[in-house]
């Protein structure tokens, strides 16, 4: 009988640190998911603001397009300008992927909740 009311104890206890452990994750869970929506909401910030620096990139692409290749170094511009909007796109894409998992994550975790 005392080892039954014994064992019975032990898995009180255990019971209540397991108790204190689910709190503690659900608690860090929730932290985590909401780093995540900050996290998203930064990038895509980001996003939008190399997308609104690509679009100046391509308007100043077509002005140079429109004057005359006798203009000096017009060439030259047009092809950084060019190489610059490549370089913009190639940042702005890894954001927006990133975006995109972090969202799948949110949603994907807050739904599990």
């Keep these: 009988m005392q080892t039954i009311a014994s064992k019975l104890d032990d898995y009180g206890g255990e019971a209540t640190k397991l108790q204190e452990r689910m709190v503690a994750a659900e608690k860090q869970y929730h932290d985590s998911i909401a780093q995540l929506r900050s996290a998203r909401q930064q990038m895509q910030r980001l996003s939008a603001s190399l997308s609104a620096g690509e679009r100046s990139a391509n308007s100043m692409v ?10 000096e170094n017009v060439l030259q ?19 927006e992927r990133r975006v995109s998992l972090v969202a799948r994550n949110v949603e994907g975790g807050a739904g599990s909740a």
Aim: net charge positive; hydrophobic share 35%; glycine share 4%.
């Design 77 to 95: 511009l047009r092809g950084e300008v060019s190489a610059r909007v490549w370089s913009t796109l190639e940042c702005r894409f890894t954001p």
């Design 62 to 71: 077509k002005e140079l397009r429109q004057l005359s290749p006798k203009v």
